[in-house]
Each structure stands twice: as structure tokens, then as C-alpha cells.
């Protein structure tokens, strides 16, 4: 997917998207969440027993969007899931560091990991497959 300089700012400024997938009935379902973006797939923290996540993973065609006042950068995409440590970690303790001070130097990895667990913490990986955006 070849993005814009625009568009590759625009997605690192900001640090909360709408995440669009489908319901069991066909209808839609939105949710604001947090996210984290590498410069090729953009990773979303939630939880196995949510909606979105067992609806990404049922049908991986999703959107996200992306908005900032009347800006807006729009993705068609595919998710998937990403379950167990050490990617998962490593990919939740980025999405925390965006909004949130990161985790102390230091702290325990087995530990969190285990917390994770706990929580049912899991990753939808998107794969931008189109984007569009009012630049």
C-alpha cells in the first residue's frame, strides 16, 4: 500500500480510530479504540470477549477511520489476530505507550504477559488494503 507523506503524518499524529466491522446480522458496528501504527499495519488492543474482536475475526473485512476535526483518513482493509506472547505484548505495551505512560523500566515481562492473559488481552493486526483521505 503506498501512502502519501500526508497521509503517513497524518495516521502517526494521531492515536485514536474508529474501527468499523460487521455483525452477526450483517449490520455494522463502531467502536473508538487506541491503536498503534509501524509504517505498514496498524495493531489495535481489545479483548477476546468483545464484539469487535469476534467480529473481526469471523469476517476480517473492516474499516478504519481516522478523524481529526473535518480531516479525516479512511482504510478498507483485513484484520487478524494475534493471540499469544511475545508479539502481543510487545504490541500492547506500544498501543499503552501511546496514551498512557509507558510501562516503568524494568517491570516484570513474565508478569505482564501473564496480566494480559488474565485480561483476555488480544491484538487485531488491519492491513490497509485501500485508503482514502480529505487531505
Avoid: H
Avoid at 501512502?3 to 468499523?20: A, P, R, T, V
Avoid at 469476517?59 to 502481543?88: C, F, H, V, W
Avoid at 509507558?102 to 504477559?113: N, Q
Amino acid at each position: 500500500m503506498i501512502f502519501s507523506e500526508q497521509q503517513l503524518q497524518f495516521i502517526q499524529s494521531n492515536k485514536l480510530c474508529i474501527l468499523g466491522t460487521g455483525k452477526n446480522d450483517g449490520s455494522p458496528q463502531i467502536s473508538l479504540v487506541y491503536y498503534d501504527w509501524d509504517g505498514e499495519f496498524l495493531y489495535i488492543s481489545v479483548t477476546s470477549d468483545r464484539a469487535k474482536w469476534k467480529n473481526a475475526i469471523r469476517n476480517p473485512n473492516i474499516a478504519i477511520l481516522i478523524p481529526d476535526g473535518r480531516k479525516q483518513l479512511i482504510m478498507y482493509g483485513i484484520a487478524s489476530g494475534i493471540t499469544s506472547p511475545p508479539e502481543r505484548d510487545e504490541i500492547i505495551t506500544r498501543i499503552r505507550a501511546r496514551w498512557m505512560p509507558p510501562l516503568p523500566k524494568g517491570y516484570d515481562k513474565e508478569e505482564y504477559s501473564q496480566k494480559l492473559d488474565e485480561a483476555n488481552r488480544v491484538v487485531i493486526k488491519f492491513t490497509p488494503e485501500k485508503i482514502f483521505s480529505n487531505e
